[in-house]
Nanobody, 121 residues
């Protein structure tokens, strides 16, 4: 399985961006797809996750109500719609695939290359 993240860019505070994560290869229905991010000088942190075959989702408190994770099974793609962006949302965003409903990065065994999101104040 390969994951290709895209959609990052530079946006002003309060703006929106949509990230995409295109997956190649077969994705089993039990798979969990997640987004993580790494801010400059900080550890990688969990952002959101969803199960490939269900609509259940989980969000970090810091993005709840502003970000929405979704997927298009026909396109093998997971999205992260980010609204009301804040400067503290700046970082490299990574998509990941695993099999556990988990917020720890160690639970995920496939990672995309990351896409930079910069939010200016």
């Amino acid at each position: 399985v390969q994951l290709q993240a895209s959609g990052g860019g530079l946006v002003q505070a309060g703006g929106s961006l949509e990230l995409s994560c295109a997956a190649s290869g077969r994705i089993y229905s039990s798979a969990v797809m997640a987004w993580f991010r790494r801010a400059p000088g900080k550890e990688r942190e969990f952002v959101a996750l969803t199960r490939w075959s269900r609509t259940s989702t989980l969000y970090a408190d810091s993005v709840k109500g502003r970000f929405t994770i979704s997927r298009d099974n026909a396109k093998n793609t997971v999205y992260l719609q980010m609204n009301s962006l804040k400067p503290e949302d700046t970082g490299v965003y990574y998509c990941a695939r695993g099999i556990q409903w988990a917020t720890q990065s160690g639970a995920y065994n496939y990672w995309g290359q990351g896409t930079q999101v910069t939010v200016s104040s």
